[in-house]
């Protein structure tokens, strides 16, 4: 640590950002008219993609032909599903899933950060979705810079020192904090804004990709690992009643800025936000949800209505991970709530459901094991195709459809949407 501080960290390699006009947003894209069936496919840890297998096999070629048959595999099951969307992380921290002049390549393609892979995991998934009618857009956690603190993590970040791009854990030390025992980027510090921005600019510009997605990861912390942002609140957050306010508009600034720069660059590529299903509970606010769950605007500081109403999302994808039967935050309750917030929008409802919960055993959600799941999906599918404010639903994640325990509601799945 203190030998990557005390030499002067390497020119940072922002790409220049468009300037943002305060012009009123360019017209939405065009509303497709078939409802969106989505898949996120998680790239970090390597949860649904790349196989782990494929990462310590003996030639580079292998392990590409490996990775390459695992996403095709992959696809072609999902059209099989009907499903038409994908929702493809590339940006799982502060490494990156394309040739970025910005972000080092991911070392989840190849063990080691900054390793080119020998081919370009993006431009693939697009090509191959693309060829077998399915629409793409890349999924972005804009903050989080590694999965733990462990000292071999920081080494590996260290020695990134000498690439190009290097990471930005050593480009801009000054930028991160820890939260959730995650290496993070600070939200109140403008040019960290502007770096994230830049970075989803560069894939605008240079990818034919259909949609833009931010994740609810804005301020991240947890009850033992909280950021610790007061000295940048001191720094600039003169003029805000509280930090949570301060730290609101952080975050209310990131998605402007991030709005204004895709709709200038390509109007057509939708921009959306997939947050925590509760924005407020209505305990908090008249205005909120008849909830009691966690909210985005009191703990990830992300007024997510907000943005609804200032359209600057062309779709919001709520992830109302919950059973109709769950009293503290009714899947039913909130789909309606939502419903409401879109309609008098031009902003699209996409309801991200809990594929991972299916067939597990719950005390609290019990729903989820009777006849394999598929009496709960039904409800929430046939309330997402009711109600005319909802415009699809998203199934959290992909590799859930690989295992025994979701194959009954799998099987639903096709035979409700496959065709």
């Known amino acids: 640590m203190l030998a990557s501080c005390s030499s002067k960290p390497p020119k940072s390699l922002v790409t220049p950002r468009p300037p943002v006009s305060i012009e009123p947003l360019p017209g939405k894209s065009a509303l497709s008219k078939e409802p969106v069936r989505g898949v996120w496919l998680t790239t970090v840890s390597r949860l649904d993609?790349?196989?782990?297998?494929?990462?310590?096999?003996?030639?580079?070629?292998?392990?590409i032909s490996l990775q390459k048959k695992a996403l095709t595999d992959k696809l072609d099951k999902l059209k099989t599903l009907g499903i038409n969307t994908v929702f493809f992380q590339v940006k799982p921290?502060?490494?990156?899933?394309?040739?970025?002049?910005?972000?080092?390549?991911?070392?989840?393609?190849?063990?080691?950060?900054?390793?080119?892979?020998?081919y370009d995991p993006l431009q693939f998934m697009l090509d191959e979705a693309h060829k077998r009618g399915m629409k793409?857009?890349?999924?972005?956690?804009?903050?989080?810079?590694?999965?733990?603190?462990?000292?071999?993590?920081?080494?590996e970040l260290n020695k990134t020192l000498t690439l190009n791009p290097a990471s930005v854990f050593v480009l801009h030390r000054d930028w991160i904090r820890t939260a959730s025992d995650r290496f993070v980027l600070d939200p109140g510090i403008p040019?960290?804004?502007?770096?994230?921005?830049?970075?989803?600019?560069?894939?605008?510009?240079?990818?034919?990709?259909?949609?833009?997605?931010?994740?609810?990861?804005?301020?991240?912390?947890?009850?033992?690992s909280s950021l610790n942002d007061n000295l940048t609140f001191q720094r600039y957050g003169k003029g805000f009643a509280s930090k949570a306010d301060w730290r609101r508009n952080n975050t209310q600034q990131l998605i402007e800025q991030v709005s204004r720069t895709i709709k200038q660059m390509k109007p057509d590529v939708e921009f959306g936000v997939s947050p925590?299903?509760?924005w407020r509970n209505a305990s908090h606010d008249p205005a909120g949800s008849d909830t009691r769950g966690a909210a985005a605007y009191d703990e990830s500081y992300a007024d997510t209505r907000r943005w609804v109403q200032q359209g600057l999302l062309d779709y919001i994808a709520p992830q109302l991970y919950w059973p109709f039967s769950r009293q503290a935050a009714r899947y039913d309750v909130l789909a309606h709530w939502w419903a409401d917030v879109v309609k008098p929008t031009h902003t699209r409802l996409y309801i991200g459901i809990a594929l991972y919960k299916?067939?597990?055993?719950?005390?609290?959600?019990?729903?989820?094991?009777?006849?394999?799941?598929?009496?709960?999906?039904?409800?929430?599918?046939?309330?997402?195709?009711?109600?005319?404010?909802?415009?699809?639903?998203i199934l959290f994640r992909e590799n859930y459809l690989n295992q025994p325990q979701t194959q009954q509601a799998v099987n639903y799945l096709r035979s409700r949407w496959g065709s």
């Open 136 to 155: 793409v857009h890349a999924w972005f956690n804009p903050y989080r810079v590694s999965v733990n603190t462990k000292p071999s993590t920081v080494a």
């Open 191 to 224: 040019e960290a804004r502007d770096w994230i921005t830049s970075i989803v600019a560069e894939v605008v510009a240079h990818y034919p990709v259909d949609g833009v997605q931010f994740d609810d990861y804005f301020y991240a912390e947890s009850p033992g």
């Open 276 to 278: 925590a299903g509760v």
């Open 93 to 118: 921290d502060g490494t990156a899933l394309w040739a970025s002049k910005i972000l080092p390549w991911s070392d989840m393609m190849t063990g080691k950060i900054g390793e080119d892979p020998g």
């Open 358 to 393: 299916v067939g597990e055993p719950s005390k609290n959600e019990p729903d989820w094991m009777i006849n394999g799941g598929v009496p709960e999906l039904k409800k929430q599918l046939d309330m997402n195709e009711s109600v005319p404010q909802i415009n699809g639903t």
């Open 49 to 63: 993609w790349p196989p782990v297998s494929s990462v310590n096999v003996s030639s580079p070629a292998l392990r």
